[in-house]
Each structure stands twice: as C-alpha cells, then as structure tokens.
C-alpha cells in the first residue's frame, strides 16, 4: 500500500522566532509553539491530511536533540503517515530498507483553554539512506490535537502541500530508494527527472542539478556540496497573485517567477517555497 503525506520538516536551528515571524508575514496560520520531550520546538503550517512543520531548538535547554543539531539548516525531513508504528517498521524492514528502533514522544497542546498532551510515535529510515535529509513515519496518537480546524485555513490562500523537489546527482538509485520508502511507483519523466505519486495526491519529484537550476535558477537553495538535497516545497494556491502581492512587503526574501508560479527563496533558512495554481 502505498504510504500518503504526513508532513514535510524544516531545520530552522536557532532561528525559530525570526522563521515563525517570516512564516506569519507571508500569510499562513502559525500554530503555537509547541514544546517536544525530545528536547526540540516547533511550529506548525497544517493543512488537510498534512502539515508543514517549522522545527528548532531552544537557545537554553538541558537536553537538545542531535539530530538536528547534525542536520543542515533548511528542508529536512519527508515524513509519512503511519497507522500502526511497529507493522509499520516490520514491513518496511520486510521490503529491505534498514530502519532504526520507533521512539515515542510527545508535547502539550492547549485548545479553547484546556492542556492536554499531543503523542507520536516514529520510525525512522537509517541517515545512510538518504542523504537529502530524514525520512521517516509518524503515527498520530492524538490526530484531533494536530488538525484543529481553526489552524487550517491560511490568509494567503494556500491549500495544501503539493510536491517536494529532491535533487541528486545519483538519479536512478534514488528514485528506486524514495520508491521502496514510499511503496509507490517512481516513473520517469525524461532526462534526467523522475516522479513518485503518494496516496494522498502529493508527488516527489527528483532531478538532477542541471535539471534543478534549469527549473529554479537563481533562486535555488544552495547543496554545501552534498550530492543530493531537498530543493523545495511546493504550495497549492488558487491565487499566486495574492501570494505574490504578501511578499512583496517582506524584506530579506528573493522572488522569482517559474513556469505558472511564484518562487520565494527564504536564504536564512536555505528554503524555497513554490505557489502553483496548477498541482
């Protein structure tokens, strides 16, 4: 069966109150702070079924998770949605992808006044895998503490996350990796470029770096010379315009258009978001 879109994670580090400000200035509903027992901080940008997560670390804390503390700052994390964590983890090592131990964890929520605490459970890909970033599965112990509706509708009319650019000069093997992760189908779509199509209607697409440049430019996030890297987040947005219009008020962005789209370069985060009307 093939896996659907839990969420997509970027490594904000240190930075979060200046990345929950910009992602607030370009118009989408920020949820509070949350505050995870492993030892890290995040925000969410949620949406029907999925949700984009803005995750960091306390300037002064006792416990700081190594993960990310390892991990490049930017786009991340590819996260799927699990029901059963363990015959989650069992099937996938059955298909042969190594996996690490599920790990369990939670934070407080607070709705209409009352705390209560959000769980998860998660399995994660071993880092050798993947060299973009961490792909991993989360089972929602709580869902109704995540999609709380008031949270999903955002100001500047995105509805939904539609693909994540992978960029990897090792094209062939990944697609066969990131297809075996998702259990779907990876096709190609001429040189160079191959697609995956999750459950839910979202899609990974991988290319190479000439591929890559070709479709961003100028406003590509920048690789530190890793072979491959998570090279945006695409938004489903019936009005780029408006999107377009947000922007253009925010300092410190660099804008470009695409074919059909706006592109948004956020360079302290070494982040691109794309607005397409068309995915």
């Not at 940008?45 to 670390?57: A, D």
Request: aromatic share 8%.
């Amino acid at each position: 069966m093939t896996f659907a879109l839990d969420h997509l994670v970027v490594n904000v580090l240190f930075d979060m109150d200046r990345a929950e400000t910009m992602m607030s200035q370009l118009g989408f509903t920020v949820t509070p702070r949350g505050y995870h027992s492993l030892g890290s901080i995040n925000h969410l940008m949620i949406f029907e079924g999925h949700y984009l997560e803005l995750v960091g670390l306390p300037s002064a804390a006792d416990v700081l998770r190594k993960d990310l503390l390892d991990s490049p700052r930017g786009v991340n994390g590819l996260v799927f949605k699990a029901n059963d964590i363990d015959t989650c983890a069992s099937s996938l090592r059955l298909s042969g992808l190594a996996m690490l131990e599920p790990q369990s964890f939670s934070r407080p929520v607070t709705i209409d006044g009352v705390e209560q605490l959000a769980r998860f459970r998660t399995v994660r890909t071993a880092p050798e895998l993947f060299e973009a970033g961490r792909v991993y599965y989360c089972q929602h112990c709580t869902p109704e503490l995540v999609w709380h509706r008031p949270w999903m509708t955002h100001v500047n009319g995105c509805s939904a996350l539609s693909e994540l650019v992978v960029v990897t000069d090792a094209i062939e093997a990944d697609a066969s990796r990131y297809a075996k992760a998702a259990q779907a189908r990876a096709e190609k779509q001429g040189s160079e470029v191959w697609t995956i199509d999750l459950a839910s209607g979202f899609r990974l697409t991988l290319m190479s770096p000439a591929r890559y440049v070709e479709r961003y430019g100028e406003c590509g996030v920048n690789g530190n010379g890793r072979r491959s890297f998570f090279g945006a987040v695409v938004f489903k947005t019936p009005d780029v315009g408006r999107v377009g219009g947000i922007a253009a008020s925010i300092p410190g962005l660099r804008m470009g258009e695409g074919a059909n789209s706006l592109l948004l370069l956020i360079p302290f985060l070494n982040t691109l978001f794309e607005f397409r009307s068309d995915r």
